[in-house]
């Protein structure tokens, strides 16, 4: 099992030290995993890394490295926020720290005369200048060159009904193989709650995210997949990956990849069986 998107402490909002992570996903049979914890940025400091903890957090990475060699492959990421104007801020840190996989997420949409917007504030998400915004900014996100993967880029499911966000998403698809960033299949969204169609009620148990209607139109444009459990606690480390692969196959999705130095690595879903096919790595 790969997974390519998990968070520890570091992220303020999450709990787990690099050390409890790793022994959850060694037990949870992850061998690639990728620690993406929040990257440093100008807006919300009270749920991400400092940038005094950074070299902690690659310290605490490095150590678990040495520990568990031969168990699993520990690899070095962050998840960065993209916001208009960010760019230069994001292109500074990543300059600084050798990384295997930059994440790249929109978390915050800026509304004028309103209040910051966040993702997670389910019943702001549809209204139409929050949709106008979150999907320019994406658009900015791909073709800013900066980043391997954007994260959970269809979140907005958790509250938008999908043909509404399939339309506004389909223009950018292209985009994706074009500028060489992977799309993110991440299983966060089988665990998190949605909002009930019409109503402010939100419910757990139903399917928001990834779009399986999204996905065969990325497969048909040549776009890479990332997957990642999204964890921000040990106990999820590894979860909802697998059923989400089972779900997703008979969409058309025959691989999916992981970064390593920046360097993308793609694997058929054979790796992911319990006796992995041996199968050759194609290395961009």
């Keep these: 099992m790969i997974d390519s998107h998990s968070h520890t402490f570091y992220s303020k909002h999450a709990v787990g030290t690099v050390d409890e992570l790793v022994r959850a996903s060694i ?30 957090y690659f310290a ?43 994440i790249g997420s929109i978390h915050y949409v800026e509304l004028p005369g309103e209040p910051l917007a966040k993702v997670w504030e389910l019943p702001r998400l549809a209204g139409k200048a929050f949709l106008d915004r979150y999907f320019a900014h994406l658009h900015e996100l791909l073709e800013c060159g900066l980043f391997d993967a954007v994260g959970h880029a269809d979140t907005l499911l958790r509250a938008v009904p999908e043909d509404e966000v399939q339309r506004r998403m389909e223009p950018l698809l292209p985009l994706f193989a074009r500028h060489g960033v992977a799309y993110e299949l991440n299983a966060s969204g089988l665990r998190k709650s949605s909002l ?44 909802g990956i697998r059923p989400l692969l089972d779900e997703l196959r008979p969409l058309g999705l025959e691989r999916v990849c992981y970064f390593e130095g920046r360097r993308r690595i793609d694997l058929p879903l054979d790796f992911f069986n319990p006796a992995p096919a041996t199968g050759t790595r194609t290395v961009l």
Excluded: C
């Excluded at 037990?27 to 950074?54: Q, Y």
């Excluded at 148990?205 to 990325?218: A, F």
């Design 196 to 239: 009930a169609p019409g109503s402010s009620t939100e419910v757990q148990g139903v399917w928001n995210y990834p779009s399986r209607g999204i996905l065969p139109q990325l497969i048909a444009s040549g776009a890479a997949f990332t997957i990642g459990s999204d964890a921000h606690d040990p106990a999820d480390a590894g979860a």
């Design 60 to 102: 605490d990475i490095e150590r678990a490295r040495q520990a568990y060699q031969g168990q699993i492959r520990i690899l070095r990421g962050l998840e960065f926020d993209h916001m208009p104007g960010a760019q230069a801020y994001n292109r500074g840190l990543l300059d600084r720290y050798d990384l295997d996989f930059a």
């Design 27 to 56: 037990a949870a049979g992850v061998k690639i995993l990728t620690i993406t914890d929040h990257a440093p940025f100008t807006v919300d400091r009270d749920n991400r890394l400092l940038e005094s903890e950074l070299d902690r």
